[in-house]
């Protein structure tokens, strides 16, 4: 995996997420080590992030590495015309590796192609969020004692969701049966569909998400994005189509967890909270440990 960027999560095999899941158990429970004191990383975020961007600086800070890059690409060259590539090639030269959110579907594979250097995606308009897919697959994991075998639900905006593309496309390795509930016009792309018919797995769809929950070992809240909406009034229509509430969680069974990649409007009420079933904000701490893991490994340290 040394210098290989991440840009889909299925550009990694199911060894190498494996590796990496095992990697970052041990940084959790040792997780500053000076092993990037040599090394520059950049971080250029054209959209806004509050977990992937702070995680990985947290990550990098605790391997006392060094961060350059932006958090608002309006204070950069991109304001003044730069393009995309040539933000990368200029980058590369101050860096050891980028990692980069954007808005467009296909930037970061773009940007992994214009330069030497790896490239990590922090995400790519609705196509992809491969490391917060290695956090996802660590919590299931680590609540589950394994991902062999379960039954995930998958909730929300299935259509513009990049968590839920990645996602689904890695638990495809893990013989999962895939509950899929969304507003009709917020159904997971048929190409990701295809995805997993292809590997021989069950898929159910759904628009009521309270029949699904007693046969749930994951449940995977996700936000209706309004960013992605062409039509606010099509937003609209469907922001409140689920939420979450203690009481609808009753039914599930003991390992039962509620997951989310956050930010949260209001699909999981604050009741759900104290609830030893929610998992999202261990969740979102469980990716420091996995971007300790898939930075010192892609750097070769
Ligand atoms: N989960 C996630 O990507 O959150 P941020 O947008 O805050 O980085």
New binding site residues.
């Given amino acids: 995996m040394k210098n290989k960027s991440l840009i889909s999560i299925n550009d990694y095999s199911m060894d190498e997420l494996t590796t990496l899941l095992d990697r970052a158990e041990d940084f959790e429970k040792d997780p500053v080590q000076p092993l990037l004191k040599d090394h520059v990383i950049a971080s250029l975020f054209f959209?806004?992030?509050?977990?992937?961007?702070?995680?990985f600086e947290s990550a990098i800070n605790r391997l006392s590495g060094r961060i350059v890059g932006f958090t608002d690409a309006s204070s950069s060259s991109v304001k003044k015309g730069e393009s995309l590539k040539d933000t990368i090639l200029t980058v590369s030269n101050y860096s050891d590796l980028i990692v980069m959110?954007h808005p467009l579907d296909g930037a970061a594979r773009w940007a992994s192609e214009v330069t030497d250097i790896p490239i990590i995606n922090?995400?790519d308009g609705a196509n992809q969020?491969p490391t917060?897919c290695l956090l996802d697959l660590y919590s299931i994991r680590k609540t589950q004692g394994s991902l062999d075998n379960l039954h995930v639900v998958f909730v929300g905006d299935l259509k513009y969701g990049r968590?839920v593309h990645s996602l689904v496309i890695a638990m495809t390795m893990f013989n999962t049966t895939f509950h899929l509930v969304s507003p009709t016009a917020l159904k997971v792309p048929s190409a990701v569909k295809r995805y997993i018919k292809d590997k021989g797995l069950t898929y159910h769809q759904y628009t009521d998400l309270e029949e699904v929950i007693p046969q749930a070992d994951i449940c995977y809240m996700t936000r209706i994005q309004r960013e992605r909406f062409a039509d606010p009034m099509e937003y609209e229509r469907v922001k409140n189509s689920y939420v979450l509430n203690r009481k609808m969680i009753e039914p599930s069974k003991e390992n039962f967890k509620v997951l989310h990649?956050?930010?949260r409007v209001n699909e999981i009420h604050e009741d759900v909270d104290s609830s030893p079933k929610a998992y999202y904000f261990q969740q979102?701490r469980n990716?420091v440990y996995v971007r300790q893991a898939l930075l010192t490994t892609i750097l070769g340290v």
């Fill in positions: 959209e806004p992030s509050t977990r992937t961007r702070l995680s959110r922090a995400g969020h917060q968590t990649p956050l930010p979102a990716g």
